[in-house]
């Protein structure tokens, strides 16, 4: 089994249920006196890790054993450890708590409906062409490259935009207007962007903070 299938997997099943399927099957895999342990016994290798992309992108959490095993395949590196260390036969290590694949790998997108309150949501409210925060019924949203010239209704042509900016824009492209720019480059909201993990692991770690908010 490759990250890149367990990580997609992940997304359609309750995380609780599968880091106990993926732990299991990742242990079996090895060989028995190579069976990492912890001081802490067998709570802490259920601790939450957060798993980001080769890009810092956060695309799922895992359990630390299954951190562990990524990271001793050298599929992933630790960006950052817990307090708490790992002892086996030849191997003393921290606890990971946020680990991140050293390959980068594409994240099917379609678990997530496209729609207007999920444009917006990824958009934080936001217009992203001057940067006003609106509630819902004040922004509508834009197509970056206008439909009337072959735009499609994708997550990465669709933004959430001001009635002002979109007045403006009309049916004009982004490089045809000097005084427009999009904050940031309009991306698939994945499944577990920051708060969606926050809600998940309700108060979660500290150090998984500047990789959820960037
Ligand atoms: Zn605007």
Redesign the pocket.
Known sequence: MSPANTTTHARKQKPTAKYHATHHHAVEARASDDRPYSDYGPASMQTPVLVLNASYEPINICGARRALVLVLKGVARAEEQQEAMLHAARIRMPMPSVIRLLEYRRIPHQTRALSRKNILLRDRNC??????VLTSAELTLDHVIPRSRGGQSTWENLVA??H???RRKGNQLLHELRDMKLAREPRPFSLHTSRHIMRLIGSADEQWKKYLFF
């Open positions: 217009c992203q062409y001057c940067g006003i935009c001001c002002n900016c979109n």
